[in-house]
């Protein structure tokens, strides 16, 4: 009674947040007891058939704090089916300061059977792996998960945070005070310039570092594009970024398919076109833009040329051309951006650390064109 008691709460909780499977939120002010309660009172013994394993050591992320992950992963079968939805709760506990928790769901894939055979046979061998976390300041933490489906399985994990080495962000504005806790994927974005499918990873490094950028660089508006240069293809355009855009753009980025490419983008050559026709368009507005910056992952066209002549027409651009590449691959030939940058007189950054991307930051804010009174 008590056990069924517990998941009926948790189950409540995952309403209260309305979040969609995968999205971390924080456990609303209204909904803190109930998940306090469940965290306390969770069974000891676990009988969902999932792993969790938690990190020991605290690291940099790009919005600058410090985070730590966990890692799940789950045998599909009798007690997991197909389609379950799990939902963790976590709650992360300062040395020296009050609790936070945090609530985070997970959707197991729909599968097909292939025979008739039941679930034992086809589904104990398939294992699905989740992953999350949290971001924090300095300081020492604990932490506990309890992970559990609408069946009333569950499975629970707890680990001491050793400290990070305070060396390694000596130069580094590190935006949460000690004892601060909050989501790992909050790459929100305040809406203020000037002041300070692609993977679920890869999509908080791309927002966490555009995050980073809009809230030190002193732009006064900022005009996004959002585009996927293997497919030529505008995912998002919003003329005047803020705030709400931010969220526009983190769904548009989690409905990316990469399954399929037009016959046009495959054309020899033809990302060439569609790339330097983008740097003209944006170049040659009706309000010309004081800079224009690349960000994004670096790889894409990379060993094929650019040809020097398509640029001429974009060389008399005023605006200043900047290329934030995100982890690029060591050795490998500069890509179509990187190329593009650089026949444009423009500045090539590889971000491979938060470091990096404090530097490069920097040597930003020294060559941007001052913005208007």
Not at 252 to 280: D, R
């Amino acid at each position: 009674m008590r056990l069924l008691l517990s998941i009926a709460r948790l189950f409540m909780l995952s309403c209260l947040v309305a979040s969609a499977a995968g999205a971390q939120q924080l456990v609303r002010s209204e909904a803190l007891s109930h998940a306090t309660w469940i965290l306390d009172h969770a069974a000891s013994k676990n009988s969902l058939p999932c792993n969790i394993q938690l990190s020991s050591y605290l690291q940099l992320d790009l919005l600058f704090r410090y985070t730590a992950e966990f890692a799940i992963d789950c045998r599909l079968g009798e007690k997991l089916h197909p389609g379950a939805r799990l939902v963790a709760l976590v709650r992360v506990t300062p040395e020296l300061g009050k609790p936070t928790i945090l609530l985070e769901s997970f959707d197991m894939p729909q599968v097909k059977l292939h025979s008739r055979s039941g679930f034992d046979s086809p589904l104990s061998k398939l294992e699905v792996w989740m992953s999350g976390g949290f971001a924090m300041g300095s300081g020492r933490y604990s932490v506990e998960v309890v992970l559990a489906d609408d069946q009333g399985h569950m499975r629970r994990a707890q680990k001491e945070l050793k400290p990070a080495d305070a060396r390694g962000a000596r130069n580094i504005p590190v935006v949460l005070q000690p004892g601060t806790v909050a989501p790992l994927v909050d790459a929100r974005w305040n809406g203020r310039f000037g002041a300070a499918q692609l993977s679920a990873w890869d999509r908080t490094i791309l927002l966490q570092s555009l995050a980073t950028l809009l809230n030190q660089l002193p732009y006064k508006s900022v005009k996004l594009v959002a585009f996927n240069l293997d497919k030529q293809q505008e995912v998002l355009s919003l003329d005047e970024f803020d705030a709400d855009g931010f969220l526009k753009l983190e769904r548009a980025l989690e409905q990316i398919e990469f399954a399929t490419i037009s016959y046009q983008a495959l054309k020899k050559g033809s990302w060439t076109s569609y790339l330097v026709g983008l740097a003209q368009r944006e170049s040659s507005s009706k309000e010309p833009p004081d800079d224009i910056i690349f960000l994004g992952a670096g790889g894409s066209h990379a060993w094929e040329k650019l040809p020097r002549d398509m640029t001429r027409d974009i060389e008399t651009s005023k605006a200043h051309f900047f290329y934030f590449e995100l982890f690029p691959y060591a050795g490998s030939a500069p890509d179509g951006v990187e190329q593009l940058t650089r026949d444009l007189h423009g500045t090539v950054f590889a971000i491979r650390s938060p470091e990096a991307l404090a530097e490069a930051i920097k040597k930003t804010l020294a060559l941007t064109a001052a913005p208007p009174d």
